[in-house]
T-cell receptor
Framework: DQQVKQNSPSLSVQEGRISILNCDYT??????FLWYKKYPAEGPTFLIS?????DKNEDGRFTVFLNKSAKHLSLHIVPSQPGDSAVYFC????????????????FGKGTLLTVNP | NAGVMQNPRHLVRRRGQEARLRCSPM?????VYWYRQLPEEGLKFMVY????????ESGMPKERFSAEFPKEGPSILRIQQVVRGDSAAYFC??????????????FGPGTRLTVL
């Protein structure tokens, strides 16, 4: 049972345009969401995250939007650059009370983004 | 500050052999996690360890797999009597605490295991 779904295996955009990567989740206990970027032969690198108490978080060219009612989040990259070409993983961790831990990340299958010059 | 180190980067084993994967966390990190990525899949949590303790092994197959994080030295993921279905990329991550909303999990480059 896939609890985090990235339904687009790949996405191709032109340099300078916006890239929008989507992610859906099914588990209502998920409370914190992360995006990781992965280049070939490397490990995933943390990109940006969002807590369920927010609906938007921005960091430079990267913005993550969260729609809790739809159990949907998206990553926007503006403007896209060729160096952004990588696999992007959406991940989620469960709600935790103060003093608890939420280390267990559940990942989607990833979306391969290709930014063409 | 060196990142998370994993070795070997590539490991080839024949069915029935043992595989040992090593992970050295980032300096100052005492929380270590192992994830497995099967072909065409996302990363799946296997086990969470702190020094000398297994905290959560709920994602680890019940047989043939074991993990340790000794007081001295790297964390080890051990797979006994490997089968073809064990072929995957194994990633180690480390963090300062067990809360991802305050402390990021940093991943190593992974070990790609191929079972012939």
């Amino acid at each position: 049972d896939q609890q985090v779904k990235q339904n687009s295996p790949s996405l191709s955009v032109q340099e300078g345009r916006i890239s929008i990567l989507n992610c859906d989740y099914t588990n209502s206990m998920f409370d914190y969401f992360l995006w990781y970027k992965k280049y070939p032969a490397e490990g995933p690198t943390f990109l940006i995250s969002i807590s369920s108490i927010k609906d938007k978080n921005e960091d430079g060219r990267f913005t993550v939007f969260l729609n809790k009612s739809a159990k949907h989040l998206s990553l926007h990259i503006v403007p896209s650059q060729p160096g952004d070409s990588a696999v992007y993983f959406c991940a989620a961790s469960p709600f935790v009370n103060s003093g608890g831990s939420n280390y267990k990340l559940t990942f989607g299958k990833g979306t391969l983004l290709t930014v063409n010059p | 500050n060196a990142g998370v180190m994993q070795n070997p980067r590539h490991l080839v084993r024949r069915r029935g052999q043992e595989a040992r994967l090593r992970c050295s966390p980032m300096k100052g990190h005492s929380h270590v996690y192992w994830y497995r990525q099967l072909p065409e899949e996302g990363l799946k949590f296997m086990v969470y360890l702190q020094k000398e303790n297994i905290i959560d092994e709920s994602g680890m197959p019940k047989e043939r797999f074991s993990a340790e994080f000794p007081k001295e030295g790297p964390s080890i993921l051990r797979i006994q009597q490997v089968v073809r279905g064990d072929s995957a990329a194994y990633f180690c991550a480390s963090s300062l605490s067990d809360r991802v909303n305050t402390d990021t999990q940093y991943f190593g480059p992974g070990t790609r295991l191929t079972v012939l």
